[in-house]
């Protein structure tokens, strides 16, 4: 039951904030100027490089600086000519003033640069410096040999530098620290930073991978420092939206002169802007205790040996620093400790009511999460306050529907490093060792990147477009496997495919995996795929889909069972590596199988159960080229094969509905009733629930059932997917109707606007197309409700390669006296260079189409002698081949002339037919990749030489039908983007 939630925050859009651009302008190369001596002491005794190297290393920062020392002007000079300067640190020594001298010169030169000064503030110095005009540095610091002051230092610049943009850009916090004792800042701004940065390491474990996480630390509050009353008003009215707390002497500079109550009127004033900022007092007088604690602000005492804890705690407590800690707001003592966003969200919905409002009242859970870089949901917080919101449990559900939306957010093109403390129901993608994802890893890991980039993609209310949930092993698991299991000398040997299965599944994964697979069940509560997904596997640079396993296995109550199916499922796609069908293919690709590298896919299977089988709505193949346009189809609109049940049925080649996204309406199958009943899916796959593997087999579909249609009707998942035939109208009907066969056309989704599916998939195939370079097949599978609302769940994007499809010419520029046939308005693509043969129907000036029921015969027969022979031919001839009305072309069906590498359609002066663009039979076309030419020689459309066959002899000739083979194979090209299509002389 959800607490009562007004609307702006029932529904509410959190916006990702990326660490990538925070921090840009940093310190590099810093300019020491010292006399000899100084110089010395900080490089021989301070071994300041080395010192501020470790210090970064220890605190996960990157970049460390690279310090020059000069001590005279000239030296300087040398330096700036060479070297990019970021920053000065001056250190004036006993003798004399010449490093002030030389600072200045650099100064001069480059005005911009900050510029500090660094000196032990002995009785001597100090005496000098009161002669010195030090307004051209930036700061002036007390150095007692600590090289943290220096990271210290270099990190106040830092934050100034950044502060602005950061803080627009991000959302970044920070702490402003008012202090004009130059000892006392030069002693706590060290410690500040120390924490701050520990900090900061600690919450980037709250990143899903190492990359993530070294850039989260970008997100650390910044520290700025102010001398004066009217510095520290400034930086406040800047940035005082974005403070995390304030830190304050009691007695410094208001007006121009020291007034010893200026600390307490800042944070007056600053309390008067703002109720929940913490305010923190310190003071060596302990006077001032009593003054900050009447008014409610926080007090640090000078004096104390133990000030830096103190400070620590206070920070801990008020600023969101270290674990949240719910207290009992009567007793003060604690009840919970929460150390990260998952904890809170698992926790927040048991904390009692009295502490949740305690903690919600003073803003104390958007404060945590602003010092944990967790900018979108505190900033959201920031706002439902206790006084606009005054019901705890609807304060629960909006923390937690925030965490969620967060994390989900934060999931999305994102490959985590496998956590089985964060992995949840909310997990997304993440992967088990340090390997490469491999072929379909990567492309899953690119198509979440797409999501995550294009928040179009999701614009439709009720329509969801992601991946499944996913858990990779990477390849570095396949070579332990192999390598602890001694398993390569059987794998590479010429053993049979199931022997080498066998060995396999006798083979131990590693145990550290059983916990990680019980998590990733636990978040899934779905069947999984087990999916290979290998180094070469959808390369961009050779095709190689399709040639490992991948099984599917039931979600089971018994966790051990389904452990034991899975780790069996992963051992077969290893064992499919060496398979004989994949050494077969390594050969044919001249690629060597111990290069190949296996990584796994783990991933929730899409789809509904229906008593003992699961399956989707629908899956699908989309094709951003599509080679055989007809109608207003153009190549690069693309085409897409859409069928109900398991995609596996689409791969191994069912019966399917062919449609280009960007002409939903305009399908060829469904044109005709005849066609609609003959050519649409009357079967489909569905993973059996009930078949827990007793033993895995080499073939990856001994659990996939092989269903009728009225199989799906019974389990009422054709809504919205179907028509109904009407035997007694002889009509077909859109919808689901008692009685009568069921069509699967998908009509609601296609024409009737159920769900977006066509806009998605132009979408997809759109940005799919842009950001890989080149053409892309994408695998799909959607899960339609009865509310109408879907989610289309993107499996895989592999580039379009296939050698045949690489044209090495411009076909329309190939000149006619090397064409044998030319087409303007050719369907098919790719080369072919095997065909000798042309059959071709003998069209005189005696030709009259009442004799095509017997051309198609003579054809017939000839085709079965080139299937005997394995031969294929060109195929010529006037009208509509596959006509059902012999007055409109040869009467023949597809078996009848399956030989065919090419079918040319021409038309005769005194026999003007349409063409047809070989609708008869199109899905044999498309399956079996044949070209079909269109050519009208009597309106100059195309060139057929029928006088250069005419000549040739003949190899067989009938009254109707001439055979002729040419000596050298002919050349056929097609170029499906501009459907132009030559057959060349050999």
Known sequence: MRA???????????????????????IFNVLIVANPYDAFMLEDDGRVDEKIFDEYMDLGL????????????????????????????????????????????????????????????????????????????????????????????IKLIEDKMNIEHDMAEAGVQMILLVEDGIRFYSSILPNLYNYILLQAKRFSTEALNPHAAAQRKRGRPKVLLARTYEEAMELYDRYGDNALGIISDARFPKGGAKDPEAGLKLLREIRKRDEYVPLILQSAESDNRFKAEAEGFRFVDKNSKKMDIDLRRLMEEHMGFGDFVFHDPKTGKEILRIHSLKELQDNIFTIPNDSMLYHVSRNHMSRWLSARAIFPVSAFLKHVTWHKLQDVD???????????????????????????????????FARIGDGSLGGKGRGLAFLDNIIKRHPELNQYTGAAVCIPKTLVLCTDVFDDF????????????????????????????????????????????????????????????????????????????????????LASAIKGVYASVYYRDSKAYMTATSNIIDQEKMAVILQEVVGRRYGDRFYPSFSGVLRSLNYYPIGEEKAEEGIVNLALGLGKYIVDGGQTLRVCPYHPSQVLQTSEMEMALRETQTRFYALDMTDIGGGFKVDDGFNILNLRVKEADKDGSLQYIASTFDPYDQVIRDGIYEGGRKVITFCGVLQHGVFPLPELLQMVQKLGTEEMRRPVEIEFACNLGPDKTGELNLLQIRPIVDSKQMLDEDVASIPDSRCLLRSHNSLGHGISEDVTD???????????????????????????????????????????????????????????????????????????????????????????????????????????????????????ETAYVRHVRFERPLKIMMDGKKQEGVVLFG
Request: charged share 20%.
């Open 62 to 153: 990157r970049y460390p600086p690279t310090f020059t020392q000069v001590t005279t002007t000239e030296e300087a000079d040398k330096v700036l000519k060479t070297t990019d300067i970021d920053l000065v640190i001056c250190m004036p020594g006993n003798a004399d003033n010449d490093a002030f001298d030389v600072a200045r010169a650099v100064k001069e030169a480059s005005p911009s640069t900050p510029c500090v000064v660094l000196t032990p503030f002995s009785h001597g110095i100090t005496k000098r410096m009161e002669n010195e005009d030090l307004s051209m540095f930036d700061y002036v610091f007390c150095w007692l040999g600590n090289t943290n002051l220096i990271l210290s230092i």
């Open 482 to 565: 192999m390598d602890k299991n001694n398993l390569y000398q059987v794998a590479l040997s010429d053993a049979s495919d199931e022997e080498i299965l066998s060995h396999f599944l006798r083979a131990q994964l590693p145990d550290s995996l059983i916990a990680d697979f019980f998590t990733f069940f636990d978040a899934v509560k779905a069947p999984i795929a087990i999916r290979s997904s290998s180094l070469l596997e959808d390369s961009h640079y050779q095709p190689f889909a399709g040639i490992y396993s991948t099984y599917m296995i039931p979600y089971l109550d018994d966790k051990y069972e389904m452990l034991r199916m």
């Open 838 to 956: 042309v059959v071709y129907v003998k069209t005189g000036d005696d030709f009259t189409a009442s004799n095509n029921p017997a051309i198609a015969c003579e054809i017939e027969r000839l085709n079965r002698k080139f299937l005997a022979e394995g031969r294929n031919y060109v195929l010529v001839g006037p009208g509509r081949w596959g006509s059902s009305d012999p007055w409109l072309g040869i009467p023949v069906k597809w078996p009848h002339i399956s030989a065919a590498r090419v079918i040319v359609e021409a038309g005769l002066k005194n026999y003007r037919v349409d063409p047809s663009q070989g609708t008869h039979f199109f899905q044999n076309l498309t399956s079996f990749g044949v070209g079909y030419f269109t050519i009208n020689t009597y309106r100059g459309d195309g060139l057929l030489r029928a006088d250069v066959l005419d000549a040739m002899p003949a190899v067989d």
């Open 394 to 428: 609807a304060h629960r559900q909006i923390i937690f529907d925030a965490i969620v939306q967060y994390r989900r957010m934060k999931n999305i093109g994102v490959v985590a490093v496998f956590d089985r403390g964060k992995f949840d129901a909310y997990g997304h």
């Open 4 to 26: 009562n939630i007004p609307p702006e925050w029932n529904k509410f859009y959190l916006k990702d904030v990326s660490f990538v651009n925070l921090m840009t302008r940093r």
